[in-house]
């Protein structure tokens, strides 16, 4: 092996005396030329596999794009909260039709029985008719589904149920008289939510403004036909349509929208946006469950009054008194 050396090595003696005896600025030249032949033959090696794949990843690869919003549905876990408000309301509506149609059903929400709090929530799982019924399962699958399948059963949960409750709670206030039935406060929740969807992810969207003008003309007939059936049933013996539950589960909808939905475009505004819905969210809240039992307990010290009355006047009417 040293035999075969040698002839390498006598080239490289020689090639090393002939670079001394040269002149200074050929041996610049040389000096060059030989550094970029030394490259050259470094680039033409062959590299070790994990260093080529990682410089091919660093360099070659094209960064990934960023995902649309509707790339980002997850199918599990499924979108079931929908699905299930949806059958339980088709089989209560079934069951307490009769009742219903007495109006005195325990589920229905009555003013003079506020205190039994679980009406505030429980009458969303009655409707007056099967039209009723079939537009706001039908609303709720169109609009809910979507919004579930980004963020989540948990989310779109909370903006329902405070949809609904804030539907209850704002027609105690204007509209103390009126029984409701109906989710039309849930329903409302998930369309405005559709509205806080679009203010926090408009930059993720392939059609955000065409969804936007798409609630905004379902919501503006809606609500104008609440209005006139209102209007309209004070001429007739029909129900009245309660368009607060409208309104105030619409702002539910979109405060606790920007509260619990997730935000994917990471805008600077965000944070701002959900301390102002956090601040409405709260003073409405506190208004009307101050009202409420301000209200409870007026009423309740009103009857009593009224029950001694009427005793005293019985009683001396007796001539006991």
């Given amino acids: 092996m040293l035999e075969a050396s040698k002839p390498a090595t006598l080239a490289a003696v020689a090639a090393a005396a002939t670079f001394v005896n040269m002149p200074a600025d050929r041996r610049l030249n040389g000096v060059v030329l030989g550094v970029c032949c030394d490259q050259l033959r470094a680039a033409q090696r062959p590299l070790p596999i994990g260093l080529t794949s990682t410089m091919m990843t660093t360099t070659t690869m094209p960064e990934p794009m960023e995902k649309h919003l509707e790339e980002r549905r997850r199918y599990w876990p499924p979108p079931c909260f929908i699905l299930l408000i949806s059958l339980l309301e088709i089989g209560i509506f079934v069951y307490e039709f009769d009742e219903l149609a007495n109006g005195d059903s325990w589920l229905i929400y009555r003013p003079d029985r506020r205190l039994q709090l679980w009406r505030f929530v429980s009458y969303a799982l009655l409707h007056a008719n099967w039209l009723h ?10 609009y809910g589904v979507p919004l579930e399948l980004f963020h989540g059963s948990l989310r779109i ?10 539907g209850s709670l704002g027609t105690s206030i204007v509209d103390s008289a009126v029984y409701l039935v109906g989710a039309s406060g849930g329903v409302y929740a998930l369309l405005s939510a559709q509205l806080a969807n679009i203010l926090l992810n408009f930059g ?49 909808g979109f ?10 475009d990471g805008g600077s505004h965000t944070r701002l946006l959900r301390w102002l819905a956090l601040g409405v969210c709260a003073a409405f809240s506190v208004f009307a469950i101050a009202f409420n ?18 005793k005293e006047h019985l009683l001396h009417d007796l001539g006991i008194s």
Avoid: K, W
């Fill in 133 to 142: 019924l079939g537009f706001n399962v039908g609303t709720q699958l169109l």
């Fill in 157 to 166: 949960g909370i903006i329902y149920v405070a949809g609904v409750l804030a």
């Fill in 204 to 252: 993720q969207m392939r059609h955000g403004l065409a969804q936007l003008v798409s609630v905004g003309i379902f919501v503006s007939c809606d609500l104008g036909f609440a209005l006139y059936s209102r209007q309209f049933s004070m001429e007739t013996s029909l129900p009245a349509v309660s368009y607060i539950a409208h309104m105030t589960g619409a702002l539910a």
């Fill in 255 to 264: 405060t606790v929208g920007l509260l619990v939905l997730r935000n994917f």
């Fill in 293 to 310: 039992l301000i209200n409870s307990v007026t009423a309740q010290m009103l009857a009593e009054q009224e029950g001694e009355v009427i």
